[in-house]
């Protein structure tokens, strides 16, 4: 089967860099994704890795390391808005675009 | 495009009550997933369409929960009827590749 493990909660100060984690045991990978849901909110896409290394989008980046079966979410420069709980995501195997959801990490980012 | 549609927003119904949720789809999206999310369980898989045809309903609770995909632009998600352990929120998503699900603004679902 599949899980995935990030951390529940993570506090940050506005203006720093923080790191998410996420590691992963799935049977067929297909890349790793990262979604952005705020209080209220629904979730929202923000990045997806399907080899290894970094892809950047703004002050966001997401790596992965398929060998470590293992990738991070990077935001730098916090701002208050940032505050939200962070899911990875991974397609599963035998496609229909299925997808496990981690636990989400909640964020706070404070002054 | 207006995103993915679901309706009602929120519904407080008494228990032993049928719910039953609605969802429109971004147009061109060939897979719909409904999802629920509480704080205890996170957000759980209840069942997804693949070309409007149920593929995994695996993560139904029970039978008291049906699901129906009638055309490419529209489904539903029935409680019937509905107990209090089914409050939460419902998302609807969909999408047309393995790496990114668009979600509607899901539906708040309260049953006293």
């Known amino acids: 089967g599949q899980s995935l493990e990030q951390p529940s909660e993570v506090t940050a100060v506005e203006g720093a860099i923080v790191q998410i984690n996420c590691t992963y045991q799935?049977?067929?990978?297909?890349?790793l994704s990262w979604y952005q849901q705020h209080d209220g909110g629904a979730p929202t896409f923000l990045s997806y890795?399907?080899?290894?290394g970094l892809e950047e989008t703004g002050r966001f980046s997401s790596f992965l390391s398929r060998s470590d079966s293992y990738g991070y979410l990077l935001l730098q420069e916090l701002q208050m808005k940032d505050s939200a709980s962070y899911f990875c995501a991974v397609p599963l195997s035998g496609g229909y675009q299925k997808v496990t959801f981690g636990i989400g990490t909640k964020l706070q980012v404070i002054p | 495009d207006a995103g993915v549609i679901q309706s009602p927003r929120h519904e407080v119904t008494e228990m032993g009550q049928e719910v039953t949720l609605r969802c429109k789809p971004i147009?061109?999206?060939?897979?719909l997933f409904w999802y629920r999310q509480t704080m205890m369980r996170g957000l759980e898989l209840l069942i997804y369409?693949?070309?409007?045809?149920?593929?995994?309903d695996s993560g139904m609770p029970e039978d008291r929960f049906s699901a129906k995909m009638p055309n490419a632009s529209f489904s539903t998600l029935k409680i019937q009827p509905s107990e209090p352990r089914d409050s939460a929120v419902y998302f609807c998503a969909s999408s047309f590749d393995i790496y990114e699900q668009y979600f509607g603004p899901g539906t708040r679902l309260t049953v006293t």
């Open positions: 147009s061109g999206h060939n897979s």
């Open positions: 890795n399907a080899l290894d």
């Open positions: 799935t049977s067929g990978f297909y890349g």
């Open positions: 369409f693949n070309n409007n045809v149920p593929i995994d």
